[in-house]
Structure formats: structure tokens, C-alpha cells
């Protein structure tokens, strides 16, 4: 008799897992209560432009790939993308642009050459970031570390063997301070503890295998946007037989003697073997699973960062705009403690001001972009965000202006934002938070909720469980729920 596993959101994890477990002989359905697929990984079109809604960056395909490859079905028939000979392009106030180039001997010849300094350092300091992900890969993001027989693997004997050189025990601007040898490089290397929605004034300095996921493996981007994702992987899902149900939430996740029964929608027991859960782990506590026992200290974790973004239809093509631009502020330790420490948004909230735009002519009129512009926000807690909306606008404008040498307000075209409260509504985030708990405590990095439970066929993937948020992790959560069945 075929099994039935039932997905709980279409986010990229649920996708996966839905595809994984189709592959594996499942009866498949996805309810999904938004009326499209894709969680944070969808669009926004305004008038003539089109606009990826979330995530920027693509890294780590293979992960994309293996998908296509379990479902048997050729990816070049249903996705394209390539590699980018830029990863990011930094622009500071003194005038300086850094083009971080994914060739590295470029990238180093650029860094010398603009900044004035040896290199060894940062050739150094991305050899460290590999030889963390060498020895941690396979012992945190490929299995659970809430598996006790995972413990006697290759994998954590080879982790446990490399702690002194991991970078456990000192934070991420700490590492960074010590072994770069300009201020701009520590202030580009501090940035990756944003991409888990942390604090590198407090989290730990094993964050700095980041850097090695960029540069090491590339950088990419999507024939036709990020969002083509998402519609790939729907297509490939359907095509293999998964059902996609959409405007339809879930109420609740039905358990009985200690295993899962199914999922209750509009009032109506859906029966499974197995239940995947996409949603946010705290909703989901909360609302799908209230009976069963919190686990407080997981819960209680301190959430990451969530974003301001405005989507920006602009009236002029800016050739120096490439796919991935940040504009910093020059002095940025006390933007990060007002978002982590107080919860609120500085005087001048530029920090890794991050600017998008997709390049394709279907997605802005000619001689126009489509902007995707992103500022680091608290998640939410009760903050004035129309005030504070306004004020980061100003602000992000100002700043835009001042080194475009060009009057940006007046070429912006049509409008629209997502603030934490937005978030929140639209992807069931707690507080806005784009990735669940943050990494500012160092086992927060490690041990957040595992991908199964104590309810016989009832798992969880998705940015807030392990081994944490971005399209390579959350992907990486639905492999190991694979795994794990």
C-alpha cells in the first residue's frame, strides 16, 4: 500500500521535501495557505516591472541539481543559470569600489591594488574558511546533531579533531580584526554574519565559513531571477506527481498515541504517514502542535534580523550596478547593537545597504532597473515601522543620491516594501525574523530545532530549524529529513 506524506508550506524545504519523498515511492500533497508557492523565494510585479521578492544570492546549485537528479529528470529542461564573475561590488563613502571577483587571483590583485595592502592575509583568511567547511561540512550540515549515533561518525571525529582551528571560541569581528589587515576587509567579512541574521560583535567566528560558500564555490544567478527557482522546482514537483493545494492552512497537525495522524484543513482531517512541517517553528508550536511539549530553551533562542525592503522601479539604467551592490556606512558597530541590543533602527540605518537588480529585459521597461534595495532591521517588537519605514527611506535616498551623484527620488517610479510585519504576514515568520533564531549565542549556531520529533512521522524543515536559513540550508534540511526516512 503507498504511503502519504502531507508537506506543510511550499517554502524551498517544503518543495524539496516534497520531491524527495515523491521520489521515494509517497503519495504527495503540499497545502499551502498563501495562493502561491515559494515562502520568501517569490515575486512582485508593479506595472511594467518585476521584481525577486527575496533572497539575492544563489549559491551552493549542486544542492538544485541533486533534486533533478533523485526525480530522474533533466535539470537543463526545466532550469538554467550561471556562474557570476562578480559575487558582490562594494561601494564606500571615501570613493573606494571593490569588485569581488569570483577568480580569485583577480580578487586578490584588486584588493592590493585599491587598497594598498598585502594580500597574504585575506588569501590566508579564505583558506581558513575552507578548511572550516572541509572539517564541519559533513558533521553539522549534512546529518542531525540530535542524533546520538551521528556522534560516532567520521564526519564529527574529524570536527571534534579540528575545534582548536574552528574558530569557536571568539567572535566573528574578533577573527576578522586579527587577521585582515584593513578596516574594509573586516568591515566585508563582518557582513556574513548577516546572512543568518546575526551579530558579528557576538557570534562565533566559525561563521567564517561563509566566505568559503561565495568565494569557494561560486556565486550564480538564475536565467530568468531567483524566482525561477521556486517555478522550476513546482514544475519538476508536479511533473513527478506531487499535488500542490493551494489557499489552504493548515489548523492543526493531528497526533495520536505518540504518531502522527494527519493535518486538519478547513475542519477536515486529512489523513498521512508522514507529516512534513515548513512552517516557522514557533507558529507552529503555537498553533499546528499546541499539545505537545515546548521545547523552551530552542524556543526561547534570540530571533535574527529581519529587513527592511523597498522594491524600486527606477527610471534610468545605471551601468555600474551590477547584480550584487553593497553601499556601507563607514562606522557600523552601533548599528548592530541597536538592532540586536535595543531593537531599534539608528540614525543612519545604511549598513550593508544592499541593492539588486535582476538585468533581464523582461523584468524592467529599457533604460530602466528593477531595484531590490534591503537594509538590516531588528525582527519585530512592537516598533513604529511606518515611522521607521520613513525614516530608513530618507535616509537609503540620501545616501543613494550622495554617491550616484544623481537625485534618486525622482526616478522612482513605482513603489512598494516589505517591513517585518509584512514578513511575518505573508510567510508566518515569527516577528519578521528572516531566519528563524539567530547565531549570536555560540550553541544557537549548532542546536536549533532538529528535523524530527517525538511524534512518530513528524518532521520539520525550513530556515528555523537545523542547520539554519539561505536556499543551500534550508534545502540541506529537507536532504536530511530524506535521510532520516
Known sequence: MTKKAIVIGSGIAGIASAIRLRSKGYEVEVFEANSYPGGKLTEIKLGAYRFDAGPSLFTMPQYIEELFRVSGKEIS?????????VSCKYFFEDGVVLNFFQDKSKLLDEVSSKLDIDTEPLKKHYESSEFIYNKTSGAFLEQSLHKFQNYFSKAILKCVLAIPRLKLFTTLHKDNVRNLNHPKLVQIFDRYAT?????????????NVIPHLEQ????FFPEKGMHSITKSLVKLA?????????????EEIKTIHNRVEGVVVNAKLISADVVICNSDIKPAYQYLIPNLKKPKKTLNQEPSSSAMIFYWGIKKNFQELDLH?????EDYQNEFHQIFEEGLVSDDPTIYLNITSTHLPSDAPIDAQNWFVMVNVPSNNGQNWNEFREKIRSNVIQKLSRILKEDVEKLIEVEDYLDPIRIESRTSSFAGALYGASSNERTAAFFRHPNFSKVKGLYFVGGSVHPGGGIPLCLLS?????DIL
Open 238 to 250: 508536479e511533473d513527478i506527481g506531487v499535488n500542490f493545494i493551494f489557499n489552504s492552512k493548515v
Open 478 to 482: 529537507a536532504k536530511i529529513v530524506d
Open 216 to 219: 569557494g564555490f561560486g556565486t
Open 77 to 85: 529542461d526545466y532550469f538554467k543559470y550561471e556562474k557570476c564573475d
Open 325 to 329: 551592490n553593497i553601499f556601507f556606512s
Open 195 to 207: 546572512y543568518n541574521g546575526s551579530n558579528p560583535y557576538k557570534a562565533p567566528g566559525i561563521l
